[in-house]
């Protein structure tokens, strides 16, 4: 056997192979796809993600937020999900509290 990298028609036609003939070919991924290394737990769909240094802020349609610690790579959740809003909570923002007053992110 041997590597294929390019067109399979390029590559029967170059050794004057027929189309028409069965070719058995193996096939494997170059890279295997990056896997997430903790899925969080969430209480309801997620309509808002927001990230802030190692913190991922996460707001639910159920009108919940939720804090996680990224450095981790755990995802470990910081704060349990709090209901922040009687509706879905479809946007966040990171609002740093200050001697100087807030400063948006």
Known sequence: GELLRGELARHLAKRGLSVEKTIVIEYFFALEPPQPPKELDLPDWVGA???????????????????????????????GSKVAHSDSVSALAVVKVSEEGPQGD
Request: glycine letters at 22%; a negative charge.
């Open 49 to 79: 993600v927001r990230g802030h240094g190692d913190l991922l802020f996460s707001g639910s349609y159920d009108g919940g937020v939720s804090m996680h610690r990224t450095s981790s790579g755990e995802g470990e959740v910081l704060q």
